[in-house]
């Protein structure tokens, strides 16, 4: 397959633009220091006590609950997993893999190179294995037919219906499920666009035969990016940070998504009809939009399905699923704000649903985790608000401040992801900066938005939407609206 299109490297020019912009920033952080008088300062920090006491309370809780993650994710990594790794290194065999892969028009040489990666895993790991590969027309069987697949994986191709992936992901395990199989087998839900480095079978079934409470396995991420520097390093970026969260929360034996880039799933879980129900067919309930039919977040159904039993989930970190990415649009904004309007939709849509499970049933780190999902946009975008409200009253530096303090900080946190990941590029700084309030504001809108999903070409909505469209604006402009008068108050009367 041809990677160079895809290539997650970074041009050295891209280093050097950055590092410029870096020291650009640390001068005007300097220079904005040097032209504020220290008494100047202190007069307007003790004038105004009141409110750098409250919003100051704020901000540490969520410093404090960053550090917290950081923490778990650094132990996780360096000290739980390794042991884990240890003791899962005897553990018997799956007696069979199963594999369930995604694939809508794709090239010829990615789904070659995809399907070969996972047949000849299968033959590495030492079992039977058979390969459903739900695909989009008959050029692609006659691909797969082409293969030299080995003696001991049966390829079974199944053409989509055209109703989306969620139907095709029944209709393979359907099929599966109606199969006789042997005990202590395992299943593989693959994107098609995933190519499985050698070794993954093996460093991931052991984990499941190993402890019998853990239900479900989900792998590392590494993008393979097609676009300018910019996008590269911003899936990266999110790479990163998912990996420092999903590290944290396998502290707990649950993560908050299995991936659909790559699961691992105990057979008599995902070829349950249950199971199969909630990917083909999952919705949700909502007091004011009414039914939610859910097309994306097959990988949330899936996670949630796992998780209201009470099996434990793990995170691979030392599993690098190669993960091919082609932007749907052009710059920045226009290729990010689409991918964070899905992603931030298929958490919320599966948010409350979670929490309705409560701690006893999930624990407590994990029902906190999901509450501050719906709490995190809300304190990232009052720093700002307070920012500007304080430099229209009675501070004009303050905004000023504001950007210097969180330039500063976020060059801290690039750090800890270097610390986690060894990965940093002089533009993460300013892309999590970007990604802090830009999805903040994306979630606030999927949150009052529940029923407006995209997938790929396709736009759906609930049964409700011509209702909900009336009621849905007015509610997250009336809450945003709240937030600001909030904290103009606090700010005028502390």
């Given at each position: 397959m041809n990677m160079l299109r895809y290539t997650p490297l970074s041009s050295g020019r891209s280093y050097a633009v950055g590092l410029i912009i870096n020291f650009a920033g640390w001068i005007i952080v300097l220079a904005w220091l040097m032209s504020e008088h220290p008494d100047g300062l202190l007069q307007m920090v003790t004038e105004h006590s009141a409110t750098f006491a409250v919003f100051g309370v704020i901000?540490?809780?969520?410093?404090?609950?960053?550090?917290?993650?950081?923490?778990?994710?650094?132990i996780y990594q360096y000290v739980t997993f390794p042991r884990v790794r240890l003791a899962s290194q005897n553990a018997g065999k799956a007696s069979h893999i199963y594999a369930v892969v995604l694939s809508y028009r794709m090239e010829s040489d990615v789904n070659a190179t995809a399907y070969m990666a996972i047949a000849r895993d299968i033959a590495h790991y030492g079992c039977a294995g058979t390969i459903v590969a739900c695909i989009s027309d008959q050029a692609d069987i006659d691909l797969l037919e082409s293969?030299?697949?080995p003696a001991c994986v049966r390829l079974i191709p199944l053409m989509q219906s055209g109703r989306g992936k969620r139907d095709a992901m029944e209709r393979a395990l359907t099929f599966l499920a109606n199969e006789s199989?042997?005990?202590?087998?395992c299943l593989a839900l693959i994107d098609g666009d995933s190519v499985l480095p050698p070794g993954t079978f093996s460093r991931t079934a052991c984990l499941l035969m190993h402890d019998p409470h853990i239900g479900a396995v989900t792998a590392n991420n590494t993008p393979a990016v097609w676009g300018s520097d910019l996008i590269r390093n911003w899936y990266w970026l999110r790479m990163q940070q998912r990996h420092l969260l999903m590290c944290s929360m396998s502290m707990s034996q649950k993560v908050?998504?299995?991936?659909?880039?790559?699961?691992?799933?105990?057979a008599d879980i995902g070829l349950s009809r249950e199971f199969i129900a909630q990917v083909g067919r999952d919705v949700i309930d909502h007091w004011r939009i009414g039914r939610i039919r859910m097309?994306?977040?097959?990988?949330?159904?899936?996670?949630?399905?796992?998780?209201?039993?009470g099996w434990g989930m793990l995170y691979v970190p030392d599993v690098h699923v190669c993960c091919l990415e082609k932007p749907a649009g052009n710059g920045l904004l226009n290729s990010t704000v689409p991918l964070m309007a899905r992603y931030y939709g298929n958490m919320a849509r599966n948010n409350g649903r979670a929490i309705r499970l409560?701690?006893?049933?999930?624990?407590?780190?994990?029902w906190w985790s999901l509450i501050d999902q719906r709490l995190s946009p809300w304190t990232t975008m009052l720093a700002p608000t307070v920012a500007v409200t304080a430099s229209v009253l009675w501070w004009h530096s303050a905004f000023i401040a504001y950007l210097s303090w969180a330039f500063f900080t976020r060059t801290v946190q690039c750090l800890g992801i270097w610390l986690?990941?060894?990965r940093v590029h002089p533009y993460m700084t300013f892309l999590l900066m970007y990604n802090q309030m830009t999805g903040a504001a994306v979630k606030v809108f999927v949150f009052f938005n529940l029923d407006r999903q995209r997938w790929t070409r396709?736009?759906?909505?609930s049964s409700a939407r011509a209702a909900a469209v009336y009621s849905s604006a007015p509610l997250m402009w009336t809450s945003v609206t709240l937030m600001v008068l909030a904290v103009c108050l606090m700010v005028v009367s502390l």
């Amino acid at each position: 397959m041809n990677m160079l299109r895809y290539t997650p490297l970074s041009s050295g020019r891209s280093y050097a633009v950055g590092l410029i912009i870096n020291f650009a920033g640390w001068i005007i952080v300097l220079a904005w220091l040097m032209s504020e008088h220290p008494d100047g300062l202190l007069q307007m920090v003790t004038e105004h006590s009141a409110t750098f006491a409250v919003f100051g309370v704020i901000a540490m809780w969520r410093y404090l609950w960053l550090a917290t993650h950081f923490c778990r994710a650094m132990i996780y990594q360096y000290v739980t997993f390794p042991r884990v790794r240890l003791a899962s290194q005897n553990a018997g065999k799956a007696s069979h893999i199963y594999a369930v892969v995604l694939s809508y028009r794709m090239e010829s040489d990615v789904n070659a190179t995809a399907y070969m990666a996972i047949a000849r895993d299968i033959a590495h790991y030492g079992c039977a294995g058979t390969i459903v590969a739900c695909i989009s027309d008959q050029a692609d069987i006659d691909l797969l037919e082409s293969l030299p697949l080995p003696a001991c994986v049966r390829l079974i191709p199944l053409m989509q219906s055209g109703r989306g992936k969620r139907d095709a992901m029944e209709r393979a395990l359907t099929f599966l499920a109606n199969e006789s199989r042997p005990a202590n087998a395992c299943l593989a839900l693959i994107d098609g666009d995933s190519v499985l480095p050698p070794g993954t079978f093996s460093r991931t079934a052991c984990l499941l035969m190993h402890d019998p409470h853990i239900g479900a396995v989900t792998a590392n991420n590494t993008p393979a990016v097609w676009g300018s520097d910019l996008i590269r390093n911003w899936y990266w970026l999110r790479m990163q940070q998912r990996h420092l969260l999903m590290c944290s929360m396998s502290m707990s034996q649950k993560v908050l998504v299995l991936t659909g880039r790559y699961s691992l799933f105990r057979a008599d879980i995902g070829l349950s009809r249950e199971f199969i129900a909630q990917v083909g067919r999952d919705v949700i309930d909502h007091w004011r939009i009414g039914r939610i039919r859910m097309l994306t977040g097959d990988d949330k159904s899936t996670w949630f399905s796992v998780l209201k039993h009470g099996w434990g989930m793990l995170y691979v970190p030392d599993v690098h699923v190669c993960c091919l990415e082609k932007p749907a649009g052009n710059g920045l904004l226009n290729s990010t704000v689409p991918l964070m309007a899905r992603y931030y939709g298929n958490m919320a849509r599966n948010n409350g649903r979670a929490i309705r499970l409560g701690p006893r049933a999930i624990g407590l780190f994990t029902w906190w985790s999901l509450i501050d999902q719906r709490l995190s946009p809300w304190t990232t975008m009052l720093a700002p608000t307070v920012a500007v409200t304080a430099s229209v009253l009675w501070w004009h530096s303050a905004f000023i401040a504001y950007l210097s303090w969180a330039f500063f900080t976020r060059t801290v946190q690039c750090l800890g992801i270097w610390l986690l990941c060894r990965r940093v590029h002089p533009y993460m700084t300013f892309l999590l900066m970007y990604n802090q309030m830009t999805g903040a504001a994306v979630k606030v809108f999927v949150f009052f938005n529940l029923d407006r999903q995209r997938w790929t070409r396709q736009n759906t909505g609930s049964s409700a939407r011509a209702a909900a469209v009336y009621s849905s604006a007015p509610l997250m402009w009336t809450s945003v609206t709240l937030m600001v008068l909030a904290v103009c108050l606090m700010v005028v009367s502390l």
